[in-house]
């Protein structure tokens, strides 16, 4: 199959494909999906070169899983859960290369690398909001984005990230009321 | 500020509506005005928060070709029995496996048959 040929099908003929090992099927899904995904994963973990990683090698475990894909849940809700589950892989990762001392002292810090000095960043990540969110602690940020801005329940927010339900409503009003804190402070109380 | 007006900025952070805190706290809510303003905000910012799925960060060019580079790669290194490419390959070979190891039977049986015929 080729990629023009695969560009005309529809979302369900292209999983179906590429199910069957048809990698031009596959890629045209990439393309379709490749700016949500790595928006979820810029939004997980507030770098934008680490979401790359994550985003690729979601895409990547996207394809070694497609052939178990049952489809009673939209490509894009498959992929959203698969990026989680891969941010929070490469969060660990990141937390045992950080123990090595050098690494800790040329790892350029999260908030740094999202600075609009850098340029080129979206909606996703600059305005006032945008530095609140990437401003929290990862443990709270992940809960908040996947609870306010995807809509996921408890629940699931709880099965994907290893936590009780419990502790996932606890990360959310901390991470809520840091950002009504830091959006509303007395200094910027206009300006929010 | 009471003690409701407390128990209420305790609690909004962790409530998806007014509704949620409950009957008391929420019809406290309506008389208060610094308790309104207090659930306006985070009303504002679950909305803000909500309206960003709607936007999305334009993925970096290079991240197509660095998947399909690494399925390739994939394909080329993992175990033939995790590799799907490989593996319909080896469904066309066992099949041509199976034709070849058919066509050799046929061979043999017609020879046998020839050579008992030609016996006889």
């Known amino acids: ?192 | 500020m009471n003690a409701r007006c407390t128990v209420v900025r305790m609690r909004l952070p962790g409530v998806d509506s007014v509704d949620d805190l409950g009957g008391r706290l929420a019809a406290h809510v309506e008389t208060c005005l610094r308790c309104q303003a207090e659930a306006a905000r985070y009303r504002n910012l679950r909305r803000r928060l909500g309206g960003l799925s709607r936007d999305e960060t334009s993925a970096p060019q290079s991240l197509i070709p660095s998947v399909i580079t690494r399925i390739e790669l994939e394909e080329s290194d993992v175990p033939a029995d995790r590799r799907v490419g490989l593996r319909r390959a080896a469904v066309a070979a066992s099949a041509a496996a199976g034709a070849a190891v058919a066509a050799t039977a046929g061979t043999i049986i017609v020879v046998g048959l020839r050579r008992s015929h030609n016996a006889a």
């Open chain 1, 1 to 192: 199959m080729t990629q023009r040929e695969v560009e005309r099908f529809e979302e369900d003929q292209l999983v179906s494909l590429a199910s069957q090992g048809d990698q031009a099927a596959f890629t045209e899904l990439v393309r379709n999906h490749q700016h949500e995904v790595y928006t979820l994963a810029v939004r997980m973990v507030a770098d934008r070169e680490l979401a790359h990683d994550v985003a690729q090698e979601s895409f990547v475990r996207a394809w070694r899983a497609i052939g178990r894909f049952r489809g009673d849940a939209k490509f894009s809700t498959w992929m959203h859960r698969i990026t989680v589950n891969t941010a929070f892989t490469h969060r660990d990762r990141r937390k045992r290369t950080a123990a090595d001392p050098l690494d800790v002292v040329y790892r350029e810090p999260e908030s740094e690398s999202l600075s609009p000095e850098r340029g080129g960043e979206s909606a996703a990540i600059r305005g006032p909001l945008g530095e609140a969110l990437s401003a929290l602690p990862e443990s709270l940020r992940s809960v908040v984005v996947l609870k306010d801005v995807y809509e996921w329940s408890h629940v699931e927010i709880a099965e994907h990230l290893g936590i009780t339900v419990t502790a996932a409503k606890v990360r959310l009003h901390r991470a809520r009321k840091s950002l009504r804190l830091t959006l509303w402070s007395h200094r910027n109380e206009e300006g929010a």
